[in-house]
């Protein structure tokens, strides 16, 4: 940590790593595609003079802010010249005036910007967010970053494409959905972890056969039978079509085999009543506290319920991913990134802003990350987590990301995705509409939005 940053002056050519100038943002901006295809790069930070960046993000809670605040620390310390002003908001109030705020002449540095269509993809298509090619190259991001982390931040300089192209943020946290397991009902039942998709249909089977509820499920808010299907999915549809869905690019379809197979394979569990009762009608938080008290053997959730569930069960509980194909193999499975870190157009010192976006994501930031019981991005099987759960869920997020496994959360796909998987997913297991009646649904949302070139 005291060694000094090496100057370094990259000069980055071609129109897909194209950056903008300081000061070239003008009283109107301009789109990412006309700006400099070249620009040099400087990372070393104390001969950048003084600056001053302002920094918006969204970190108000417990862990989060207190990792930003330590990270925010060690940096002016390494770098007094660089004074960083600090605004944090809720996510939703950050949400709300942020792109008030982009559009005009006092906008900050530095943001948290949510990286979903109706957020970043807007800012990008407005010129609003520079490309971080030049300084991923320069600092090594992209060792460090795994392709599937980069695609959840990445998009063509017009944001019709989503997932590839370049890089506009850089995020500190990640999450991943996997299985929550009920340790005990397991042993109880004489039911071995599986390892195996096939083994774990199998042991659905089995708990059921033993009085227990296997699956437990809080859809009433709709969203959460979406990261069911996703786990049930990456297991029947290959990724790179997977990608083109969640992305909401051209060339996928939702009523492929495997799409239908999933589908099929969701409306079995509830025929076969692997689900609790009710589950349509109960709401998530409901659910998954639940499930701490003793109800249900399995659930599929997302790692954010982590400190929660273990402070609830302690050592009654473990987080797996979704068992692959064959044991052994590649899991795919839904997960993204927190909300990453992005440099305006409206910044007054891009490479002094860069320079902070480093310093909050290296090795040991990801440190201090873990420190404050928030799950690091990258490097995150080297983090020690403050329990047995927590190092579970480090070694899952770091073995999806470091194999490409993590797919895009599904409702990012088009701007009414969210409401109109959400909803079609719940009348499918209510038994209201059959699988080919819900892909359809979802088949033509996706290609009303991509067909729209």
Same mark, same amino acid.
């Given at each position: 940590m005291n060694r000094?940053?090496?100057?370094? @002056?990259?000069?980055?050519?071609?129109?897909?790593?194209?950056?903008?100038?300081?000061?070239?943002?003008?009283?109107?901006?301009?789109?990412?595609?006309?700006?400099?295809?070249?620009?040099?790069? /400087?990372?070393?930070?104390?001969?950048?003079?003084d600056v001053t960046l302002?920094?918006?993000?969204?970190? +108000?809670?417990?862990?989060?802010?207190?990792?930003? =605040?330590?990270?925010?620390?060690?940096?002016? %310390? &390494?770098?007094p010249n660089i004074k960083i002003k600090r605004v944090s908001r809720s996510f939703d109030d950050l949400?709300? =005036? $942020?792109?008030?705020?982009?559009?005009?002449?006092?906008?900050?540095?530095?943001?948290?910007a949510n990286n979903t269509r109706s957020q970043m993809g807007q800012f990008v298509k407005a010129g609003q967010l520079i490309p971080l090619d030049p300084w991923m190259k320069a600092y090594g991001w992209d060792k460090r970053y795994s392709q599937s982390l980069r695609s959840v931040v990445s998009y063509s300089p017009d944001a019709k494409t989503f997932g590839s192209g370049n890089l506009y943020g850089l995020p500190q946290v990640g999450e991943v959905v996997g +299985?929550? +397991?009920?340790? #005990? /009902?397991?042993? /109880?039942?004489?039911?071995?972890?599986?390892?195996?998709?096939?083994?774990?249909?199998?042991?659905?089977?089995?708990? &059921?056969?033993?009085? *227990?509820?296997?699956?437990?499920?809080?859809?009433? #808010? &709709?969203?959460?039978? @979406?990261?069911?299907f996703g786990v049930v999915q990456g297991q029947n549809v290959k990724a790179d079509e997977i990608r083109k869905l969640g992305f909401g690019n051209a060339g996928a379809s939702w009523t492929s085999d495997g799409n239908k197979k999933a589908a099929s394979t969701l409306v079995d569990w509830v025929d076969k009543g692997y689900f609790n009762?009710?589950?349509?009608?109960?709401?998530?938080?409901? %659910?998954?506290?639940?499930?701490?008290?003793?109800?249900?053997?399995? $659930?599929?959730?997302?790692?954010?319920?982590?400190?929660?569930i273990s402070k609830a069960m302690g050592d009654k509980v473990e987080f797996m991913l979704p068992p692959p194909a064959q044991a052994g193999g590649t899991t795919y499975t839904t997960g993204a990134s927190g909300q990453p870190f992005a440099i305006t157009n409206k910044a007054k010192n891009p490479d002094a802003a860069a320079a902070f976006i480093?310093?909050?994501? =290296?090795?040991?930031?990801?440190? @201090?990350?873990? *420190? !404050?019981e928030n799950l690091p991005? +990258?490097?995150? %099987?080297?983090?020690?987590?403050?329990?047995?759960?927590?190092?579970?869920?480090? !070694?899952?997020? #770091? !073995?999806?990301? /470091?194999?490409?496994?993590?797919?895009?959360?599904?409702?990012?796909?088009?701007?009414?995705?969210? #409401?109109?998987?959400?909803?079609?997913?719940?009348?499918m297991l209510a038994k209201k509409a059959t699988p080919d009646q819900t892909l359809e649904k979802l088949q033509?949302?996706?290609?009303?939005?991509t067909s729209k070139g």
């Amino acid at each position: 940590m005291n060694r000094k940053a090496c100057a370094a @002056v990259v000069a980055v050519a071609g129109t897909a790593l194209a950056a903008c100038a300081p000061g070239s943002s003008g009283s109107g901006g301009s789109t990412a595609s006309s700006q400099s295809t070249e620009r040099a790069v /400087k990372t070393d930070a104390a001969q950048l003079g003084d600056v001053t960046l302002t920094v918006w993000d969204q970190e +108000v809670r417990g862990g989060g802010n207190a990792q930003m =605040t330590k990270n925010v620390a060690s940096f002016q %310390a &390494k770098y007094p010249n660089i004074k960083i002003k600090r605004v944090s908001r809720s996510f939703d109030d950050l949400s709300k =005036t $942020l792109r008030l705020a982009l559009s005009g002449n006092d906008a900050p540095d530095i943001v948290q910007a949510n990286n979903t269509r109706s957020q970043m993809g807007q800012f990008v298509k407005a010129g609003q967010l520079i490309p971080l090619d030049p300084w991923m190259k320069a600092y090594g991001w992209d060792k460090r970053y795994s392709q599937s982390l980069r695609s959840v931040v990445s998009y063509s300089p017009d944001a019709k494409t989503f997932g590839s192209g370049n890089l506009y943020g850089l995020p500190q946290v990640g999450e991943v959905v996997g +299985v929550y +397991v009920n340790k #005990d /009902k397991l042993a /109880k039942a004489g039911v071995q972890k599986p390892t195996d998709w096939a083994g774990f249909e199998s042991s659905l089977a089995t708990l &059921k056969g033993k009085g *227990e509820v296997p699956l437990m499920l809080g859809n009433l #808010d &709709k969203w959460p039978a @979406v990261h069911v299907f996703g786990v049930v999915q990456g297991q029947n549809v290959k990724a790179d079509e997977i990608r083109k869905l969640g992305f909401g690019n051209a060339g996928a379809s939702w009523t492929s085999d495997g799409n239908k197979k999933a589908a099929s394979t969701l409306v079995d569990w509830v025929d076969k009543g692997y689900f609790n009762q009710g589950f349509n009608g109960q709401g998530y938080d409901p %659910a998954w506290q639940a499930f701490t008290k003793g109800q249900g053997a399995y $659930l599929i959730a997302g790692t954010w319920l982590q400190a929660d569930i273990s402070k609830a069960m302690g050592d009654k509980v473990e987080f797996m991913l979704p068992p692959p194909a064959q044991a052994g193999g590649t899991t795919y499975t839904t997960g993204a990134s927190g909300q990453p870190f992005a440099i305006t157009n409206k910044a007054k010192n891009p490479d002094a802003a860069a320079a902070f976006i480093n310093h909050i994501t =290296t090795p040991e930031a990801m440190k @201090v990350i873990a *420190e !404050t019981e928030n799950l690091p991005v +990258v490097d995150t %099987a080297a983090q020690k987590a403050p329990n047995a759960l927590g190092q579970q869920v480090f !070694t899952a997020f #770091d !073995t999806t990301t /470091k194999n490409d496994g993590l797919l895009p959360y599904l409702d990012w796909a088009t701007p009414t995705m969210s #409401d109109t998987i959400g909803a079609a997913l719940q009348d499918m297991l209510a038994k209201k509409a059959t699988p080919d009646q819900t892909l359809e649904k979802l088949q033509k949302d996706y290609s009303d939005f991509t067909s729209k070139g």
